[in-house]
């Protein structure tokens, strides 16, 4: 007799990751989206949970006097698989914000396919930006039925991020996706961190300042560092490869 498949276990939101000091209301939420792999029904590890944890402690210290809190979404599964299942838990995960926190906005934070997931998550009213951090992208070769789609990327503030030296995802797709998804929305820029690989640890200060400056910019209307409102500003291909200069952050001038 065939077993009857298991349905899926429901995707979770962790615990908020708050910092001291951090406003009473939640007036904006991050959600964190991990990596993962192209295929895979298993459960993700815990370590890919952990490794966010940082990130987003990180981010909820930049925005702590703005009311931020951040999650980081526990997916069902650890595959991207024919359902783009991460992209159904990011919407899912946004949903939980609204039921949580009310009308707040929402940036999703991605990384790899996560960075796939936070794209794909986009059209969901609740988020107003996204930020994808060395997106995973189909290159031709899978059996992908149209182009990933970017048409409900408008009205949403958009940064990619990729390191040049990638090995695991080509940068040059994120470029081309970054192309498309500027005629559709003028609101998208994308950096370049010239000789990092996949995870972004040679410049990991950098990416991190990069990140906040564009979260606390597109949830609380803070102004942007200049480099980065330079980014949205300028016409394809110089904005869409902006170089992420050594010491972001360091000094940033408005």
């Not at 009857?4 to 001291?20: C, D, H, S």
């Not at 408008?154 to 390191?163: S, W």
Request: hydrophobic letters at 40%; aromatic letters at 6%.
């Amino acid at each position: 007799m065939a077993q009857r498949a298991l349905p899926l276990p429901a995707a979770r939101l962790g615990r908020a990751v708050l910092t001291a000091g951090a406003a009473p209301e939640v007036s904006g939420v991050v959600l964190l989206l991990p990596d993962g792999e192209s295929d895979s029904r298993r459960r993700p590890s815990a370590l890919s949970y952990a490794v966010r944890l940082p990130f987003a402690r990180s981010l909820a210290r930049a925005g702590q006097e703005d009311g931020l809190a951040v999650h980081v979404v526990r997916y069902r599964t650890r595959g991207w698989n024919a359902d783009a299942d991460p992209a159904a838990d990011a919407r899912w995960a946004a949903d939980e914000v609204v039921r949580r926190y009310g009308d707040v906005p929402v940036c999703l934070v991605g990384h790899g396919m996560g960075g796939r997931a936070a794209l794909r998550g986009a059209g969901h009213t609740a988020v107003s930006s996204v930020l994808s951090m060395a997106p995973w992208l189909p290159d031709g070769t899978e059996p992908e039925p149209e182009p990933e789609p970017v048409k409900h990327l408008a009205g949403r503030r958009v940064l990619i991020v990729h390191g040049t030296n990638d090995a695991r995802t080509d940068p040059e797709l994120s470029y081309r996706l970054a192309e498309r998804a500027k005629k559709a929305n003028r609101d998208t820029c994308r950096f370049e961190v010239h000789s990092d690989g996949h995870a972004l640890r040679q410049h990991r200060a950098e990416v991190a300042a990069l990140a906040s400056d564009f979260v606390r910019g597109s949830l609380f209307g803070r102004p942007y560092a200049r480099p980065v409102a330079d980014a949205f500003a300028a016409p394809p291909p110089l904005g869409l490869r902006m170089p992420l200069a050594a010491g972001f952050g360091r000094s940033l001038r408005h």
